[in-house]
């Protein structure tokens, strides 16, 4: 089964940026959703952003929308998020999932694969 892990999470002031990537161990087939997610201490889990990897237009919810950006690198099995304008209310840890059978891609759905999450906290 592929394992996700998560990188490039960290402290960050408000107004500033992170990147953060999830690198799976396996191959990602051209037809998988792939998200990121999050939990702030406290909170429910929340449906960041969601890219299909055969195309198409991410998915992102609307407390993100102008300010992330998913995307993925196929030759390298990578899911990244790239993070701007970064509030405190988005401090959380982020979670990287896929799973092939949900289409289409959004945050629904119920994930089979995720990582073990990177720490973002910005103060």
């Known amino acids: 089964h592929v394992q996700l892990v998560e990188s490039g999470g960290g402290s960050v002031q408000a107004g500033g940026s992170l990147r953060l990537s999830c690198a799976a161990s396996?191959?990602?087939?051209?037809?998988?959703?792939m998200a990121w997610f999050r939990q702030a201490p406290g909170k429910e889990r929340e449906g960041v952003a969601a890219i299909y990897t055969g195309g198409g237009t991410p998915y992102y919810a609307d407390s993100v929308k102008g300010r992330f950006t998913i995307s993925q690198d196929n030759a390298k099995s990578t899911l990244n998020l790239q993070m701007n304008s970064l509030k405190p209310e988005d401090t959380a840890i982020y979670y990287c999932?896929?799973?092939?059978?949900?289409?289409?891609?959004?945050?629904?759905?119920?994930?089979?694969?995720w990582g073990q999450g990177t720490q973002v906290t910005v103060s």
């Open positions: 999932a896929t799973d092939a059978s949900i289409y289409p891609c959004t945050v629904d759905g119920i994930w089979s694969r």
């Open positions: 396996l191959y990602i087939a051209s037809s998988t959703c």
